[in-house]
């Protein structure tokens, strides 16, 4: 995999070629401000909120003085810079998607961050939603320092511009998503998407769900993406109506779901598993999907939950915690 594979898989460089075949969705360049911001080690304080959420009145002098003493001691930090400009670039994109998006950068969304956000969910209306769930997300942080981190040449880095890409919010089931490898312009492997749960329609189904997604590659995809080794997502609706979701390159940097990528890039046990009354063409890609609730996995975005006290802490819900917090800081500097 090299760095020209990656920057072919940004959003900005394949939408305008496959823009008829995916959700629509707005381009913003991100700026350099925005960044700093979002990459800034310090407390996790969301900027653009157009509502700063209600504070619990204190319920003694002494929990008024502890406030005073945070504000005192840590108030700097806890001041979110503000973006006018961007704000309102990013709401009035947002409006023309029907008010609510889901968002990403160049090339990952910050699915290990939907824990943190109020309804679980990546669903954003406003750059604050957005804002929230990038800086909790080690996918974005990934994409900003480390986008090339498993290419093999040691050509140097290109210049980044980075962008902001929302996409008009869809309810995907996530049944019916899956992740298709391109081999030499050749379909080779369709995986389920969230490969950690059975679903009993992809077992029963899988012969036309396999038929469906190569028709759909051999007329739409196939000799016209950029590199002739990549990644596709595609999304199948209840109709039997197969949607592009995004591009990947083709190498460790993508998650290779029930196949490993020693199979893809050496093309082993890669032959299409039906039957010969299910038959498809002799060179039918392999097809996994999990079979029974019995090789059910956890969610592989567990591990990057944190307790839930810390969530209320980092969010400002809990005021108590807020104050416990303080009342630790202010031993501490006194213990020193």
């Not at 050509?155 to 902001?164: A, K």
């Not at 050496?266 to 097809?287: I, R």
Request: aromatic letters at 12%; hydrophobic letters at 35%; charged letters at 30%.
């Amino acid at each position: 995999m090299k760095k020209e594979h990656v920057l072919h898989c940004q959003f900005s460089a394949w939408y305008p070629l496959f823009r008829s075949l995916t959700i629509k969705s707005v381009i913003l360049p991100l700026p350099q401000n925005v960044k700093d911001y979002l990459l800034d080690d310090g407390t996790l304080v969301v900027s653009g909120r157009e509502d700063p959420p209600a504070r619990s009145q204190p319920d003694s002098d002494d929990e008024a003085e502890e406030i005073q003493v945070g504000s005192k001691y840590y108030g700097a930090s806890l001041v979110a810079p503000e973006f006018p400009e961007f704000t309102t670039k990013v709401q009035e994109a947002i409006n023309s998607l029907g008010g609510s998006v889901f968002p990403k950068l160049n090339w990952s969304a910050p699915r290990d961050a939907y824990w943190i956000a109020m309804n679980s969910s990546l669903k954003c209306k406003t750059l604050s939603d957005i804002f929230l769930l990038f800086k909790s997300s080690d996918f974005i942080t990934r994409d900003f320092t480390q986008p090339f981190i498993h290419c093999t040449d040691d050509s140097p880095d290109p210049c980044m511009e980075y962008e902001l890409v929302l996409r008009k919010w869809c309810e995907l089931i996530p049944g019916a998503e899956f992740r298709c490898f391109v081999k030499e312009n050749k379909l080779i492997g369709i995986s389920q998407r969230d490969y950690t749960q059975y679903y009993d329609h992809i077992s029963k189904q899988k012969e036309e769900i396999c038929r469906c997604i190569q028709d759909f590659f051999k007329k739409h995809i196939q000799y016209k993406f950029l590199d002739e080794d990549f990644v596709f997502d595609i999304y199948r609706d209840s109709r039997g109506k197969v949607w592009l979701i995004d591009f990947n390159p083709f190498g460790e940097v993508t998650d290779s779901l029930l196949f490993t990528w020693d199979e893809l890039l050496s093309g082993t046990n890669l032959k299409g598993d039906f039957s010969e009354g299910e038959a498809l063409e002799q060179d039918a890609p392999a097809f996994r999907c999990t079979n029974s609730e019995v090789t059910v996995q956890p969610s592989p975005y567990l591990s990057y939950r944190l307790p839930k006290d810390f969530v209320d802490l980092s969010t400002g819900e809990d005021a108590h915690k807020l104050i416990d917090f303080l009342k630790l800081k202010r031993n501490q500097q006194e213990d020193d």
